[in-house]
Nanobody
Framework: QVQLVESGGGLVQPGGSLRLSCRASGIIFSLNDMGWYRQAPGKQRELVAAAPRDGRTNYADSVKGRFTISRDNAKNTVYLQMNSLKPEDTAVYYC????????????WGQGTQVTVSS
C-alpha cells in the first residue's frame, strides 16, 4: 500500500518560515519524481516545486528564491523549506510522487494546511 504522509504545516506570520516533510512508503522512492503542489480555496492545484529522480529541481516563478525542495532517498522523504512566506502562500500543500515521471503511476498525500497570516 502506497502512502505519502505530509507533516510540518501550520500557522505562520508573514516573513516566517516552515519546513514541510513528506515520507513515502510502499514505493521505490528513488524511481519516483517527487514534487509539492498546493491548492488555495477557489483555485486550481498548482505545482510549487519538483525534485525529479535526476537530481534537478524546478520551481514555480512565484516561489523562486524563497522555497527550496530537497529529497533524501535513504529516508524516502522529500522536503520543502519555505522562507519569506507571504499571505498568498496560504494553501493546502500536497506531496506528489510519479514513478519514472511518466504520469502513469501517480500518488498523492493527504495534504497539509499552511496558513500565512498576522
Amino acid at each position: 500500500q502506497v502512502q505519502l504522509v505530509e507533516s510540518g504545516g501550520g500557522l505562520v506570520q508573514p516573513g516566517g518560515s516552515l519546513r514541510l516533510s513528506c515520507r513515502a512508503s510502499g514505493i521505490i522512492f528513488s524511481l519516483n519524481d517527487m514534487g509539492w503542489y498546493r491548492q488555495a480555496p477557489g483555485k486550481q492545484r498548482e505545482l510549487v516545486a519538483a525534485a525529479p529522480r535526476d537530481g534537478r529541481t524546478n520551481y514555480a516563478d512565484s516561489v523562486k528564491g524563497r522555497f527550496t525542495i530537497s529529497r533524501d532517498n535513504a529516508k524516502n522523504t522529500v522536503y520543502l523549506q519555505m522562507n519569506s512566506l507571504k499571505p498568498e502562500d496560504t494553501a493546502v500543500y500536497y506531496c506528489h510522487a510519479d514513478r519514472y515521471g511518466w504520469g502513469l503511476s501517480v500518488y498523492w498525500g493527504q495534504g497539509t494546511q499552511v496558513t500565512v497570516s498576522s
